[in-house]
């Protein structure tokens, strides 16, 4: 699942629980060069049963002076129950991956 340039793409949301979620490959969040970027490469919920990542957890990039805000994250607001992330978690040094 790979965020785009766009805010909101590549996101799931839940406004309650989620249950389990697979994502087969990796999941990347969003790169920015100018304005500004959020959610993207992104998933949030009030509660996830199992979140199973078949490959890595995979920051976005913030090359501009804009707004980037949850780029490559996973945000769960009560409980998180088991999680496998079967590759890398992989931030960088203008945005880290963040759960």
């Known amino acids: 699942m790979q965020g785009g340039a766009g805010n909101f793409s590549g996101r799931i949301f839940a406004v309650g629980d989620a249950g389990t979620i697979v994502i087969g490959g990796d999941l990347v ?39 980037f805000a949850k780029n490559g994250t996973i945000r769960v607001d009560d409980d998180l129950g088991i999680v496998l992330i079967k590759g890398s978690i992989i931030g960088n040094a203008t945005n880290p991956a963040i759960i």
């Open 29 to 67: 969040g969003g790169s920015a060069a100018a304005g500004n970027l959020s959610e993207s490469g992104f998933i949030h919920a009030k509660r996830i049963a199992s979140l199973t990542i078949g490959g890595s957890l995979i920051a976005g990039t913030d090359n501009t002076s804009g707004t």
